[in-house]
């Protein structure tokens, strides 16, 4: 594949920079030109940029020998991801006439003065490449100047404005490289530019209409990419006259027609993307005989898959994910292929015994489809094997031995078929594996006890199935495990002893367990959901349970459990029906599902009831007041100590320059705040929440950063606040920013203004009388959106590990917050005592990917936004009896008839515009929980359809 022209470009100057390195003192920079850099260094504050240090042997900096050879001039200038903003700079570069290459790009640039104003910048004459990407510019795009010689142009990722962009960029005569993507440009694709064209990037703007025939007269063009924006109509079928071509990209826009038949002649086009868009009719039968990347997921796609499709040589990646594709899969596959999903798709027949003659698969996805058959021994060739998908097919029989020789699976998935016989005791050697659903299957024998013992192991899910015996002791050696799903089976005996990793949720109902409920399940200090119920067990609810902080919901309902429920935090929901022996505290039988709030309301009706009958009038108050009081405390912090001794500070910062802030914040009132329990008002996966009163009487909240499995790199002070002070510089709305830090011995706190009314979880799910309207869920919707487009699009994108409805603080029912967004920064998952997806965020808005990729990304952020969305739409929480929302949504979706089933019939009936508004949203919301990251839409793009959703 040729080299982009914009790297060839730049590194065109290599040989001249190191040219400059290795030349003799003499010939010296130009004198002139000497003079203006050092003038400049002292505003760009770089450490190389010195007096001490020739001007040519700069960080960024590039020479060569002028045109008489007498002296050395600056050519390159690079000052890329040095978050400078101060645009005075530009009045001393445009004073170098030699200059062809400026790269300010990845820094804070809101304006460029002097390059956009009228006077005269003596380098505009020369430039051959400028590189602005990845600032905060805001002009019009016509208000960029001309350059006569440029031939490599880059303004992604700004905020550049205006359309007609025919009238503006006809005027560039040598341009051979344009890259204008994430802007908010408008109007018609541009035709007008040089023929000489060969790079034309202008993805994720807000360009409409349909692809000009003109623009098949760049007879030069290699890369084409007009992905995510808005463009309609058929796609010409004239790709013949774009012979050069090697990227063409079409992406989530609002194509229709067949993919045009000229592709298949493009010799050198190597990758074609045209997901998510309304492409209709059969797949060319030649496409792929040149192209090595094809994705054409999430279109309409009909017809049968040609049998030589998948097997020309150079093929590495195919995505047909989401059409209406039938017949059978192609038995011979190319020897390069490593990725093919076709997933979502009516394909019939069996799966080919050959599908891994070719050896290089990675990841195989074919996943909700109609194939029946075996699983085939032979995939036990496919040893390079890290994903595995057959879910939801029709596929019988045992699972073949030879899966476990595939020692490089991460993710296993064959959840939803008819799959029969025992759980293959060779599973045991595969040693990678992170991820096994084989639930809804009929498996029957024992749990291996071996699959405990790997050390990747985070998601195991068994349910229902016909599995039988005990669940092995071994369970407890397990290392990694955080969620764990055995529920309708015929399990027996009793509960073991559980590994402290589990966090996301437990569920063992609808089995034949006895015994009592173990207290060691109060170890689990990290575990949210914990589902018991429909079994036989007997004897009390351990009081340990109670001191759960991160449990959310506890179901204990039909088994012969007795005595009185412990006390729980809270907004914590309690099932314990069809136990007839097991009071709710207050010496009823306890029939109804209850809360934590709810709990506590009937104690302290009985509380005023026993102090009335005991003491006069006058003491009445003071008794509720105090036993008030300890119940409180019981039920947030059982067994801790209502004072603790005053942190010790090693350092703390302001790093707001409020003075409204800097006169207020005092770090011992800080400290003091945090020593007492009863100043807890929020807790989160990772955080912890306190109020604290200054002297002058105004609140604020102080956030501890909990480290007790030693994941926080508050060890390397310097770095932690570089970070931290980083952050406290962003400005949003909707983005809780630090207004100062605070190091002790052991823990990191951070200083927020105190404008709480509960989180977005509270609003939706907590104890409450009023259904929020529509309007409300949209206003959170709009502003999340808008606080997290504003994250990714920072100049070092802020990522978010754990986005959730219970880090989103509300200011008020309309106003929500993103909280805790410098986890990312300072959190070290090499550090953590389990495997990534330990600290992964909260269950049910982990992203698939995650389990495999071990990676945080903007798409799975996305991903974790489009199920916040799903809860705006539905009231339902993220995780209902043990079923992810975005799962089940997804599989409603799948039917438009059903779609009507997601939303909240409590509110999508207020009127005819709030029900097609909600039906907007809802698509929305299911192109961000897609299974592929690549299917995604990015953010600037969500708050976009967010904002034009009627």
């Not at 005269?120 to 010689?149: D, H, I, T, V, Y």
Request: proline share 5%; with cysteine; net charge neutral.
């Amino acid at each position: 594949m040729p080299v982009l022209l914009l790297f060839l470009f730049l590194f065109h100057h290599a040989p001249m920079a190191a040219a400059a390195a290795d030349a003799p003192s003499s010939p010296e920079l130009d004198k002139t030109q000497n003079s203006i850099m050092k003038n400049l260094s002292s505003i760009v504050g770089i450490n190389s940029w010195n007096s001490t240090t020739p001007v040519c042997n700069w960080t960024g900096v590039n020479c060569s020998r002028s045109g008489s050879g007498f002296s050395m001039v600056v050519t390159n200038i690079t000052l890329s991801n040095y978050d400078m903003y101060n645009s005075s700079i530009i009045a001393y570069i445009c004073n170098i006439d030699t200059l062809q290459s400026l790269d300010l790009s990845r820094n804070s640039f809101t304006d460029l003065g002097d390059l956009f104003s009228n006077t005269s910048c003596r380098m505009k004459e020369g430039l051959q490449s400028l590189n602005l990407s990845s600032n905060r510019l805001s002009q019009p795009l016509s208000n960029l100047p001309r350059f006569p010689q440029l031939e490599v142009l880059d303004l992604s990722i700004n905020h550049f404005t205006g359309g007609n962009l025919n009238t503006y960029l006809s005027s560039f005569t040598n341009l051979r490289s344009l890259n204008l993507s994430f802007n908010h440009l408008n109007g018609d694709v541009p035709t007008s530019m040089v023929s000489s064209l060969a790079e034309l990037v202008l993805s994720g703007n807000h360009l409409s209409g349909s692809i000009p025939l003109g623009m098949f007269n760049y007879k030069n063009l290699t890369l084409l990419d007009l992905s995510q924006n808005n463009l309609t109509g058929p796609v010409p079928d004239k790709f013949m006259n774009l012979s050069k071509l090697e990227i063409l990209l079409l992406s989530d826009n609002r194509l229709i027609g067949e993919i045009p038949d000229s592709l298949s002649n493009v010799t050198t086009l190597f990758r074609f993307a045209a997901n998510l868009n309304n492409f209709t009719g059969q797949i060319p039968s030649n496409i792929a005989n040149y192209v090595r990347m094809l994705d054409l997921s999430y279109n309409y796609l009909s017809g049968k898959i040609a049998p030589d499709f998948l097997s020309h040589p150079g093929l590495q990646t195919v995505d047909l994910t989401g059409n209406m594709l039938e017949g059978a899969i192609p038995r011979k596959l190319s020897q390069s292929l490593y990725r093919l999903r076709l997933g979502e798709n009516r394909l019939s027949g069996n799966i080919s015994d050959s599908i891994c003659d070719g050896k290089g698969l990675t990841y195989l996805e074919l996943d909700n489809n109609q194939l029946t058959g075996n699983i085939p021994s032979e995939l036990g060739k496919c040893k390079n094997l890290s994903l595995l998908n057959l879910a939801s097919n029709n596929l019988q029989g045992t699972v073949p031995d030879a899966i476990s020789s595939l020692d490089k699976l991460v993710v296993l998935e064959l959840q939803n078929n008819s799959l029969s016989g025992p759980i293959p005791h060779t599973f045991s050697g595969l040693r990678s594996l992170s991820t096994v659903n084989l639930s809804h299957n009929s498996f029957t024998g024992q749990i291996p006890s071996g699959i405990f013992k790997f050390q990747m192991l985070s998601t195991l899910d068994l349910q229902g199935n016909a599995i039988s015996g005990n669940i092995p002791i071994s369970i407890s050696s397990s290392k990694s495990l955080i969620e764990l799903n055995l529920a309708n089976n015929a399990l027996t005996g009793t509960i073991p002893t559980m590994p402290t990793t589990l966090s996301t949720s437990l569920n063992l109902s609808h089995n034949n367990l006895s015994g009592s409920i173990p207290s060691s399940l109060g170890s689990l200090s990290e575990l949210e959901i914990l589902d018991l119920s429909y079994n036989s067990l007997s004897g009390e609810v351990p009081s340990s349970l109670g001191s759960l902080q991160s449990l959310t919901q506890l179901v204990l309902s039909y088994n012969d459990l007795s005595g009185s429920v412990p006390s729980f935090r809270q907004n914590v929901e309690i099932s314990t029906v069809g136990n007839p022996g097991l009071t709710n505290g207050t010496g009823n039988n306890n029939d109804t599902p209850i809360t934590g709030k709810k709990k506590m309301h009937i104690v302290v009706i009985i509380i005023f009831t026993i102090a009335g009958a005991l003491v006069g009038l006058c003491l009445l108050a003071a008794a509720v007041m105090m036993l008030l009081s300890k119940r409180i405390y019981r039920v947030e912090d059982e067994g801790l100590p209502a004072v603790e001794s005053v942190p010790q500070i090693m350092n703390g910062c302001l790093i707001t320059m409020n003075s409204i802030h800097t006169s207020a914040i005092e770090f011992m009132k800080a400290m003091e705040a945090v020593s007492n329990h009863q100043n807890i008002f929020l807790k989160t996966r990772f955080c912890t929440y306190y109020k604290a009163v200054m002297p002058n009487g105004t609140t604020y909240s102080v956030k501890k950063l909990n480290s007790s499995d030693k994941i926080f790199q508050i060890g390397n002070q310097e770095k932690f606040a570089r970070e931290i002070e980083v952050l406290g510089k962003l400005t949003n709305s909707n983005v809780m920013v630090p207004l100062a830090y605070i190091l002790t011995v052991d823990s990191a706190y951070l200083i927020y203004e105190h404008a709480y009314k509960g989180t977005v979880s509270d609003l939706l799910h907590g104890v409450q009388s009023d259904v929020i309207d529509w309007p409300s869920r949209y206003s959170i919707a709009l502003g999340v959106a808008q606080g997290l487009t504003f994250l990714h699009g920072c100049t070092q994108p802020v990522l978010l590990l754990d986005l959730s409805t219970r880090t989103i603080h509300l200011k008020s029912k309309n106003e929500p917050q993103i909280g805790d967004i410098e986890l990312y920064k300072i959190i070290d998952p090499s550090r953590s005592t389990g495997s990534f997806s330990t600290i992964a965020g909260t269950v049910g808005y982990i992203p698939p990917e995650y389990a495999y990729t071990m990676r945080l990304t903007m798409a799975g952020n996305v991903y974790s936004f489009g199920v916040i969305l799903l809860e705006l739409l539905t009231g339902k929480p993220s995780v209902t009896d043990g079923i992810g929302l975005a799962k089940w949504a997804l599989s409603l979706s799948a039917r438009p008839a059903q779609r009507e089933q997601i939303l909240d019939t409590r509110i999508s009936g207020a009127s005819i515009a709030v029900h097609s508004q909600m039906l907007s949203v809802l698509n929305i919301a299911l192109a961000c929980v897609a299974f592929s990251p690549d299917a995604r839409p990015k953010m600037r793009n969500v708050l976009r359809m967010l904002f034009n959703a009627k």
